[in-house]
T-cell receptor, first 111, second 116 residues
Framework: GDSVTQMEGPVTLSEEAFLTINCTYT??????LFWYVQYPGEGLQLLLKATKADDKGSNKGFEATYRKETTSFHLEKGSVQVSDSAVYFCALSPFGNQFYFGTGTSLTVIP | EAQVTQNPRYLITVTGKKLTVTCSQNMNHEYMSWYRQDPGLGLRQIYYSMNVEVTDKGDVPEGYKVSRKEKRNFPLILESPSPNQTSLYFC???????????????FGPGTRLTVL
């Protein structure tokens, strides 16, 4: 069945470090791919998305590229800030009705 | 303000006592969904609704019921809660249309449920 596997956490980085959170997926066809972020005590918010192969989603300095050949959608940011500390979820939706989320990766950025 | 609201935010109950968690959105969205979040398991979809009177099972529907009588509301019903339903629950909505490009989901603030 459809599923998402994302990098285990927690991840701790110093401010201005480079961030990569790996995400790979299993799905039939061409699902849409998402990264959501959850700040402490809040619901999830969409960070970025890509709906077809080779699309690059970007927002707030974060980027992810939909790689069909490696079934991956890795999240990257060149220089993290303390305010980026949160839990990050990779997700996919094959047809726009059912959604499959990864287990989440906790990021802590220290000054 | 465009938002998804859930009530209650916190609930402690006992096994077998029926409960309802309400979810309401003011964005005129077609699509609504319920998820549960558990440590080490991420979010898992319980039920979703593509439109009024149309509901479908997600990955983990056992022990839950939903209804969609109005576009804005999508309550989650636990007829006979059990301790394994202790979890953090999120409602979400989206303007998503079946067959169209998958759209952004907007999440509520969550309901923390404890079943003793």
């Amino acid at each position: 069945g459809d599923s998402v596997t994302q990098m285990e956490g927690p991840v701790t980085l110093s401010e201005e470090a480079f961030l990569t959170i790996n995400c790979t997926y299993t799905a039939t066809g061409y699902p849409s791919l998402f990264w959501y972020v959850q700040y402490p005590g809040e619901g999830l918010q969409l960070l970025l998305k890509a709906t077809k192969a080779d699309d690059k989603g970007s927002n707030k300095g974060f980027e992810a590229t939909y790689r069909k050949e490696t079934t991956s959608f890795h999240l990257e940011k060149g220089s993290v800030q303390v305010s980026d500390s949160a839990v990050y979820f990779c997700a996919l939706s094959p047809f726009g009705n059912q959604f499959y989320f990864g287990t989440g990766t906790s990021l802590t950025v220290i000054p | 303000e465009a938002q998804v609201t859930q009530n209650p935010r916190y609930l402690i109950t006992v096994t077998g006592k029926k409960l309802t968690v309400t979810c309401s959105q003011n964005m005129n969205h077609e699509y609504m969904s319920w998820y549960r979040q558990d440590p080490g398991l991420g979010l898992r979809q319980i039920y979703y609704s593509m439109n009024v009177e149309v509901t479908d099972k997600g990955d983990v529907p056992e022990g839950y019921k939903v209804s969609r009588k109005e576009k804005r509301n999508f309550p989650l019903i636990l007829e006979s809660p059990s301790p394994n339903q202790t979890s953090l629950y999120f409602c979400a909505s989206s303007p998503n249309f079946l067959g169209g490009p998958t759209d952004t989901q907007y999440f509520g603030p969550g309901t923390r449920l404890t079943v003793l």
